[in-house]
């Protein structure tokens, strides 16, 4: 719960719509935020976050990581990340974004670019419309 108030914030700070849990074609994505671009023709630029609390839920968890945005990025606690180093487990973290936390704070982890996706101007109104309908009637 910590770790999503304070994405909230993020998201609030950068003036960005959020929405939780937001259904993805191949699930269920932790949280999504969205902004309009302004300097690219007013498109929205979409973010995915993949919340990891527990080794478990990294390795097994059933919604995976839904990774749909234009950027697209693991947030867990440091501990965890520590964890997955020392259990060498760290190939799902190949190539994707990382946010780890502690203390209050994010740390972004990423080698490079966060993964990237090339999504179509259908599919990020998609995925806004379906953050507006789960934020408007929590579906």
């Known amino acids: ?24 074609p191949n699930g269920i994505c932790d949280f999504v935020t969205t902004k309009i671009d302004f300097r690219n ?36 606690p440091s ?6 180093l020392s259990k060498n487990a760290q190939g799902k973290l190949q190539g994707k974004g990382l946010y780890t936390y502690k203390d209050g704070r994010f740390y972004k982890k990423t080698d490079g670019k966060a993964y990237q996706c090339k999504l179509s101007l259908e599919d ?6 379906r953050m507006i309908m789960k934020s408007l009637y929590n579906e």
């Not at 719960?1 to 993805?24: C, D, T």
Request: net charge negative.
């Open 124 to 129: 990020k109104w998609l995925l806004m419309d």
């Open 41 to 76: 023709h007013n498109i929205p630029w979409v973010t995915c976050y993949e919340i990891k609390v527990s080794f478990s839920d990294y390795q097994h968890s059933e919604n995976g990581a839904n990774f749909l945005g234009d950027e697209n990025y693991y947030v867990m």
């Open 79 to 84: 501990e965890l990340l520590e964890e997955i």
């Open 1 to 24: 719960m910590e770790i999503e108030e304070k994405l909230k914030a993020k998201a609030i700070r950068e003036s960005k719509r959020y929405a939780f849990e937001v259904r993805v």
